[in-house]
């Protein structure tokens, strides 16, 4: 097997907090957002990273792309070491690693033209010949009028903007595409299309993607491989069918049964894992495995060894230690 | 007025037929407001400048038998305490006020517009130090600092000099804005469109000049207009002190000054130089209101 695209080793980010004093700040504790994530990616595969709210998913694609300087760990794309790479080498690999918000109203400059936006990344590696023409052709391959080129963001709807965040990704030719939850600020009618439209792009311009989502059936829909994060680790990792039909953590399983059946009969009588509470805070997260207090087989080794994420029954990786494949759709 | 405004704007952009200056000169024109402010505030530069072959009388030729003889044919806003032309004094007086009010305005604004980004954007001990420096000059209480500065400079402004009251004036006047726009700088630094920006590897100088400081356009404008009016009426006060350009230069502020002893007899020695200042202020913020949403592509409706 070929090396992987993109190798995350033990990626931890910690927010410090800390108590204003009148004169000094001490530090109270902090915020583990991310604490110790491992994922390889594959050159041309899809890995969708799902969770609830809060877990780390965001933090660990702006770590991947060093929006944000991780606290420890590695990230190595292609050969290079991101998170060592000085100013300029960070420079050439940002051009090869892209990303698409969440929120498609904040990710857009007001104040610049569609051509300015979309063109941006021309622009900034001096690929300004043809300008307008590559420009319009973006417009074309996300499916926008390359009419538009004069026209602002704000006279667009959210699934437009979108499709412009994205055309403004592919316009440096990115080996590596991060989707940061693109399509849960839509509609469902454009979600499909949006969807549709990336699983094409993946294949014109050979993309690898991670995408990030908290809809199991989104990521269903486009992904190879799934890994599951629960308060900023992966808990289970494997693939798509796999996840979807043979999970054994009991947080995926948890999370699997929450997603509805389109059948009525099968909706009634299937079993369901209620989730209890919320998450605990990332601020002092459990002992142990980090999901006993909500876990429904929670054991005394639970409270006290945290189980690492190791392949299991079930042909995945799994975070637990009594890991069971069950069927729960 | 909004419906013609926004009919106007609507015509600009429904087929796209004009240039985006062109757009933007249209909103500005479709801005009743706006356009009587910019009206009038040409109309004062252009007094201003033009002074010397407007004014009938010599701003300092004295005729002492028609002193304080109110307004008349003659004499269109009366005449001063020593018989001097108010209306050419006020032609002449115009150059000074305005010219220290837009000098001082984008200086000003300039010193703040940097030291906020700078300090928002780049952030750690630059933050600390320019943050630090603005808090400094706003304790410094501005009018006893202009007394003293004044009269430390005393001796270029008895030869007439102004750069002396542009200097001092804008010293005072930089901090609030160079603190607005710290603040708003902060606030767009985090925003996704940036993070995108530097995604694709736009270096600090194209973030803030592409994604930073379009964004701070509306309140670049309305604090320029502000500024002017501020540093107007600042000079007008030191003037009014005795402290500005000294007499017989004629400035609105020394005007004022020189008319307090008749405020009782004579008021329209008071009216004239203080309607021309309360005019000009507001003119100049109606134009700031006008630019700000002339320049905000939002504004412009499909």
Request: charged share 20%; glycine share 8%.
């Amino acid at each position: 097997m070929s090396e992987p695209l993109l190798i995350v080793r033990d990626l931890v980010k910690h927010f410090p907090q800390y108590e204003q004093r009148i004169l000094t700040k001490r530090q109270t504790g902090s915020v583990r957002a991310v604490d110790g994530v491992n994922l390889d990616v594959m050159a041309g595969e899809t890995v969708g990273l799902v969770g609830e709210s809060g877990c780390g998913k965001s933090t660990t694609a702006r770590l991947i792309l060093r929006l944000i300087e991780a606290t420890s760990g590695s990230v190595i794309f292609d050969g290079v070491d991101v998170l060592n790479a000085d100013d300029e080498a960070l420079r050439r690999l940002r051009r090869q690693m892209q990303i698409v918000f969440q929120d498609p109203y904040a990710s857009l400059n007001p104040r610049l033209s569609v051509r300015e936006i979309v063109g941006e990344g021309l622009r900034i590696w001096g690929e300004t010949a043809d300008f307008d023409k590559r420009v319009g052709d973006l417009l074309d391959r996300v499916g926008l009028n390359r009419r538009f080129l004069d026209r602002y963001p704000h006279e667009f709807s959210g699934g437009q903007r979108q499709r412009l965040g994205i055309a403004r990704a592919l316009a440096v030719r990115p080996k590596l595409l991060v989707l940061d939850e693109p399509v849960s600020a839509l509609d469902v009618s454009v979600q499909a299309q949006v969807l549709n439209l990336l699983v094409d792009l993946r294949d014109e311009f050979d993309l690898t993607m991670i995408f990030i989502a908290h809809d199991l059936s989104v990521v269903r829909q486009i992904c190879d491989r799934v890994a599951v994060m629960y308060l900023g680790r992966i808990v289970e990792l494997g693939d798509r069918d796999g996840i979807y039909t043979r999970s054994t953590h009991p947080y995926t399983q948890a999370l699997m049964s929450a997603v509805p059946v389109p059948d009525p009969v099968h909706e009634r009588e299937r079993e369901r894992i209620p989730l209890e509470g919320d998450p605990p805070s990332p601020l002092n997260p459990p002992s142990g495995c980090r999901f006993h207090p909500r876990c429904f087989k929670a054991e005394t080794i639970c409270r006290t060894e945290d189980p690492p994420l190791i392949e299991r029954v079930g042909g995945h990786e799994c975070a637990c230690h009594f890991p069971e494949v069950s069927n729960v759709t | 007025m909004s419906a013609s405004r926004s009919d106007i704007a609507a015509q600009a952009t429904a087929a796209r037929p004009f240039s985006e200056r062109r757009e933007k000169l249209m909103l500005l024109l479709a801005n009743r407001q706006g356009m009587v402010g910019l009206v009038l505030v040409l109309a004062f530069f252009a007094s201003a400048i033009f002074a010397p072959w407007l004014a009938p009388y010599d701003p300092n030729a004295l005729d002492i038998p028609v002193r304080l003889s109110g307004p008349t044919w003659d004499h269109w806003a009366g005449t001063d305490s020593l018989g001097r032309d108010q209306f050419t004094r006020l032609l002449y007086g115009a150059r000074v006020s305005l010219g220290i009010g837009v000098s001082v305005a984008f200086l000003s604004t300039l010193i703040g517009v940097t030291v906020g980004v700078l300090a928002g954007f780049l952030g750690g001990w630059v933050e600390s130090v320019l943050m630090r420096l603005t808090d400094i000059a706003l304790m410094v209480p501005p009018l006893i600092f202009l007394i003293i500065g004044a009269r430390m400079m005393q001796d270029k402004l008895s030869g007439g000099a102004i750069w002396p009251l542009i200097f001092l004036v804008t010293v005072v006047s930089w901090m609030t804005i160079a603190r607005v726009i710290r603040g708003q700088v902060l606030a767009l630094r985090e925003r996704e469109f940036v993070e995108a920006a530097r995604a694709l590897g736009a270096k600090k100088r194209r973030i803030i000049g592409r994604a930073i400081l379009p964004n701070l356009i509306g309140i670049i404008t309305v604090n320029l207009t502000i500024a002017v009016a501020g540093a107007i009426l600042l000079e007008s006060t030191l003037s009014f002190l005795g402290l500005g350009v000294q007499v017989p230069t004629p400035t609105w502020g020394n005007m004022l000054d020189s008319a307090k002893s008749f405020i009782e007899t004579e008021p329209y020695l008071v009216w004239f130089p203080g309607l021309a200042i309360v005019i000009t202020v507001l003119c100049v913020n109606f134009v700031g209101d006008g630019l700000r949403d002339a320049l905000d592509p939002t504004q412009r409706k499909t």
